[in-house]
């Protein structure tokens, strides 16, 4: 069992920190299949109060984080989405109306109420 990467913390790590630092963004998910040098394994507690410096942005997991490691069909509707996600240009859905901005690899939209 892995535990949290927060000094003094000995519970049991459920989400993962990585950060994007070409787009000031840390994103906390579900905890990663394997522990990877460049991410942090945080508790539930420390993956619901991260913060971040003025100017960066918070991506994070909606919904409770589980303890369970996910099950070989989780983890291949995962990498279908994903795989999926990585062929289609937003630009060419239908209902895009662009006037978005696109950093790296992120895509933000324009607020539809703005319109």
């Not at 989400?15 to 394997?34: E, I």
């Not at 109060?49 to 509707?77: I, M, Y």
């Amino acid at each position: 069992m892995r535990r949290c990467s927060r000094t003094g913390c000995t519970d049991p790590a459920v989400a993962t920190l990585t950060y994007a630092y070409a787009d000031s963004t840390a994103v906390v998910g579900p905890l990663a299949t394997y522990a990877e040098p460049h991410s942090y394994d945080l508790c539930e507690e420390h993956a619901l109060r991260l913060t971040v410096p003025k100017g960066w942005h918070v991506v994070r997991h909606e919904g409770e984080f589980s303890a369970d490691q996910p099950s070989g069909d989780d983890l291949t509707a995962l990498a279908e989405a994903v795989r999926e996600a990585g062929r289609a240009d937003p630009a060419d859905s239908p209902g895009f109306h662009g006037g978005g901005s696109k950093r790296g690899h992120l895509r933000a939209l324009p607020d539809p109420g703005n319109e």
